[in-house]
């Protein structure tokens, strides 16, 4: 019998999802820290100087590079995934209307603990096989 799970495109779009959905998890955390009073002052004082911006607004385009990607990679692995919760139409509408908001929920509610999806985050073979040279 053959793995579902062990077609290149749908290794790479559930590793491509766990990444982007672990980085917005530990974004959205440091945005829970930066609430804290004693940071969120640190940061009211360090927003008065350059270096401080550019902190904020790196920290901005991140969430906004991983948002993005957790997205897109959300809708990549409902459409090629062997194993989905609804029809794939829907999956997708539903993944497209909501954003990152819905991949985010999708991955951490349903796909992260799927049996199959273990090994490829686990995965020990390669994403991009060495290409034969000619």
């Known amino acids: 019998m053959i ?3 062990s077609r290149l495109d749908v290794r790479r779009s559930t ?3 766990f990444c982007s959905a672990s980085v ?3 974004l959205i955390v440091v945005g829970t820290i930066m609430d ?3 940071v969120d002052n640190w940061l009211t004082d360090a927003e ?3 270096w ?3 902190l904020v607004y790196a ?3 991140c969430f906004f590079i991983s948002a993005m990607t957790l997205w897109s990679s959300a809708v990549w692995y409902a459409q090629v995934s062997p194993d989905v919760m609804l029809p794939r139409g829907p999956l997708v509408a539903i993944l497209i209307l909501t954003n990152f908001v819905g ?3 999708y991955y951490w509610l349903a796909v992260h603990w799927r049996p199959g999806t273990e090994r490829i985050r686990h995965m020990k073979r390669p994403l991009f096989p060495a290409q034969p040279s000619n």
């Open 3 to 5: 793995d579902p799970y």
């Open 15 to 17: 590793y491509l999802f």
């Open 24 to 26: 917005v998890a530990v």
């Open 36 to 38: 804290v009073p004693a």
């Open 48 to 50: 008065t100087h350059t």
């Open 52 to 54: 401080g911006r550019l």
């Open 59 to 61: 920290l901005l385009l």
């Open 103 to 105: 991949g985010f929920f």
